[in-house]
Nanobody
């Protein structure tokens, strides 16, 4: 069983930055991808970034390319980070970390393929 715990959510002004963390515990060989998803009120959950554990390949949603960076913490290889810069009000959402065994990178934003989920951390960006 894998447990995921997110942290780092906060309220910031537009143009600000945040770094979200996802601490994973349990059997690391139970997943090969870690993804960050977000869900705003009244909207569907959407994938924003994902990383393939095997070689560090990353995938980003068009809406966050150039602003968000997903990585594995070099000091704690069971922690996955989402660095967010140039935040916009439309980035406001609950952010979730997820882990799963994903067959290929083009499935990385299909939330149903992820078996393990964290409880979420709130990001609020004000204009």
């Amino acid at each position: 069983q894998v447990q995921l715990v997110e942290s780092g959510g906060d309220s910031v002004q537009a143009g600000g930055s945040l770094r979200l963390s996802c601490a994973a515990s349990g059997y690391s060989d139970s997943f090969n991808y870690v993804g960050w998803f977000r869900q705003a009120p009244g909207k569907e959950r959407e994938g924003v970034a994902a990383i393939y554990i095997g070689d560090g390949r990353t995938v980003y949603a068009d809406s966050v390319k150039g602003r968000f960076t997903i990585s594995q913490d070099n000091a704690k290889n069971t922690t996955y980070l989402l660095q967010m810069i140039s935040l916009k009000p439309e980035d406001t959402a609950m952010y979730y970390c997820a882990a799963g065994w994903i067959g290929a990178y083009w499935y990385a934003f299909e939330s149903g393929r992820y078996k393990y989920w964290g409880q979420g951390t709130q990001v609020t960006v004000s204009s």
